[in-house]
C-alpha cells in the first residue's frame, strides 16, 4: 500500500492566545519561541471532566506566560488545569514547567529520563564552562578560537531558558495509558532525540500528539553531547522510527512544530532515507582519518552560522558513532587527541 502523503487537513492555525479545536476536547495552542529556525511551539490542551491537560509548557518567556493568562481565562470555562505533561526536558517543551505546575499547584508529568535530565542540567548551571566540557569539544577538534567561545558561552544557558525545574514529579512510562476526559492515551516512548521522550497515542480515534519526535518539513536533531560523549543517540532515532511505523498510516499526528498533519509513514520512511543517504556520504568521505569538524562540509552544503556549527557537528558525531557501531567506520585517536573516523579496514589496506 502506497504512504499516505503528507497533509494538513486542519487548513488552520491558532492565533497568539487562541486555542483551535482538533477534536472535541482537544485543543492546539501555538507559542512564539526565540528559537531560529523553529519561530513557534505546538502545545495542546486535552479536556477532563472536572479540569484540563497541558501537553508542554513552552519557553521561559514573559510573552508566552502573559499568553497562558489569556487561554487560562477565556478558553478553560471555569475549570482549572489539573495536570501537566511534558514530552522532554527541551526548553521550549519544558521552559515553563516550573510556572505552570506553581501557578495551578499541580504535579509536572514526565518519565523519568526526561525529569532527571532536565532537573540535572538546571542545577549544574555555572558561569564557568566545566573543563570535561571543553575536553570534548577539544577532542572532537575544534580549533583554540572555537574552543574560546565554548569557555566564554559559559554553561547556564540551559537554566536561564527555564522556571525552576520542579523538585518532584509524577512517573509516566512507555505503555501506560493515561485516562484524559473521554479518551486513554497510551505513552509510547521515542528515543535519539532526547533520552525516554514521551508520545501520546489515543487509539480509538488514531491521534498521536508527537512531540519532537515526528516533526513534519524538518527532522528532530539528532546530537551528541557532553554529557555522554560515546551515545549513538541516531540507533535510537531509527529504532524508534521502526516502533511507530507499527501505527495505522491513517494517524492524526499532533507535533510540537509546524502544523498538524497526516502522513506519518511517508515522513519516517523519508527519516530513514535522509539518514541513511547521510551515513552512505561520511563512509564515502572517510577514506582517510577525518574528525567531525573535516565532516561538516560532507553534511551540510549550506554555510553554518555558529550556533548551528555545535548543532550541525552534535548531529555529524552522532552518524560516526552509528557507523562505528555497525563496525564500518574505525575510532582513532590521533596524535594530537582529536578523534578521526575512518572507513573500517582502509588504514590496514594502506599499509600492506
Ligand atoms: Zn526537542
Redesign the pocket.
Given at each position: 500500500m502506497k504512504n499516505q502523503e503528507i497533509e494538513y487537513p486542519l487548513g488552520a492555525r491558532p492565533g497568539d492566545g487562541e486555542m483551535l479545536k482538533i477534536r472535541d476536547g482537544l485543543y492546539w495552542v501555538r507559542m512564539p519561541i526565540p528559537i531560529e529556525g523553529l519561530d513557534y511551539i505546538n502545545l495542546y490542551l486535552i479536556e477532563d471532566d472536572d479540569g484540563w491537560t497541558i501537553v508542554d509548557s513552552g519557553f521561559k518567556s514573559e510573552k508566552i506566560t502573559e499568553l497562558w493568562e489569556i487561554i487560562f481565562k477565556k478558553f478553560l470555562k471555569g475549570k482549572p488545569v489539573t495536570r501537566l505533561i511534558c514530552?522532554?526536558f527541551?526548553p521550549?517543551?519544558m521552559g515553563l514547567a516550573g510556572w505552570v505546575t506553581n501557578r495551578w499547584n499541580i504535579p509536572l508529568t514526565m518519565t523519568f529520563g526526561e525529569w532527571t535530565f532536565g532537573r540535572m542540567l538546571y542545577l549544574e548551571a555555572s558561569e564557568k564552562t566545566p573543563d570535561f566540557v571543553v575536553d570534548f569539544y577539544a577532542s572532537i577538534g575544534f580549533s583554540e578560537k572555537m574552543l574560546d567561545k565554548v569557555r566564554a558561552r559559559g554553561f547556564n544557558h540551559f537554566e536561564r531558558a527555564m522556571t525552576p525545574v520542579p523538585m518532584g514529579f509524577s512517573r509516566i512510562a512507555d505503555g501506560d495509558v493515561i485516562r484524559i476526559g473521554k479518551r486513554d492515551w497510551q505513552v509510547i516512548v521515542g528515543t535519539g532525540?532526547?533520552p525516554e521522550?514521551a508520545c501520546l497515542y489515543a487509539a480509538e480515534e488514531g491521534i498521536m500528539i508527537s512531540?519532537?519526535q515526528v516533526l513534519p518539513r524538518i527532522t528532530?536533531?539528532i546530537g551528541v553531547y557532553p554529557a555522554e560523549p560515546l551515545a549513538n543517540p541516531l540507533k535510537q532515532f531509527m529504532q524508534s522510527i521502526d516502533k511507530l511505523s507499527k501505527l495505522p498510516r491513517d494517524t492524526l499526528v499532533l507535533p510540537?512544530h509546524n502544523d498538524v498533519f497526516t502522513g506519518l509513514h511517508n515522513q519516517l520512511d523519508y527519516y530513514k532515507s535522509h539518514h541513511t543517504d547521510r551515513l552512505k556520504k561520511l563512509l564515502e568521505a572517510c577514506d582517510s582519518p577525518k574528525s567531525a569538524i573535516d565532516l561538516l562540509p560532507v553534511l551540510f552544503d549550506r554555510e553554518l552560522t555558529e550556533s548551528d556549527v555545535r548543532l550541525a557537528i552534535s548531529e555529524g558525531l552522532a552518524h560516526c558513532h552509528y557507523l562505528v557501531e555497525e563496525g564500518d567506520l574505525d575510532r582513532i585517536c590521533g596524535e594530537d587527541g582529536v578523534w578521526k573516523f575512518q572507513r573500517h579496514g582502509a588504514r590496514h589496506r594502506a599499509v600492506a
Open positions: 514530552t522532554h527541551h521550549d517543551h532525540h532526547a521522550h512531540g519532537d528532530p536533531h510540537a
